[in-house]
């Protein structure tokens, strides 16, 4: 009942910058905390940026300085994580993470996982 679809991945070269989204669609009364995690092969997902419901945010050590997670303005269900700087040991799938007060007839909250999206980067 609730859907998170992530975009903006690709390849890019190490130094450069990737903007990804998330977009989530469907029963959302509100959103709590958007989290980004990575997972890169033979790794487990790690935790990468946390984003409030009230624009508090929070970063691994690893990206911290680099990478920085957001809300749009006019849109409180897209959300993005601006990467700069990137590493090549930053490739990894990138999934969002919401959790989610659901609308029903009885509000409940509940986390939900986009299917992710692919960075490459080379050095």
């Known amino acids: 009942q609730v859907q998170l679809v992530e975009s903006g991945g690709g390849l890019v070269q190490a130094g450069g910058s990737l903007r990804l989204s998330c977009a989530a669609s469907?029963?959302?009364?509100?959103?709590?905390?958007m989290n980004w995690y990575r997972q890169a092969p033979g790794n487990q997902r790690e935790l990468v940026a946390t984003?409030?419901?009230?624009?508090?945010?929070?970063y691994a050590d690893s990206v911290k300085g680099r990478f920085t997670s957001s809300r749009d303005n006019a849109k409180s269900t897209l959300y993005y994580l601006q990467m700069n700087s990137l590493k090549p040991e930053d490739t990894a799938r990138y999934y969002c993470?919401?959790?989610?007060?659901?609308?029903?007839?009885?509000?409940?909250?509940?986390?939900?996982w986009g299917q992710g999206t692919q960075v490459t980067v080379s050095s």
């Open positions: 984003i409030t419901s009230g624009g508090v945010t929070n």
């Open positions: 469907g029963a959302i009364f509100g959103i709590k905390t």
């Open positions: 993470n919401a959790v989610v007060v659901v609308a029903s007839a009885t509000l409940y909250e509940d986390d939900f």
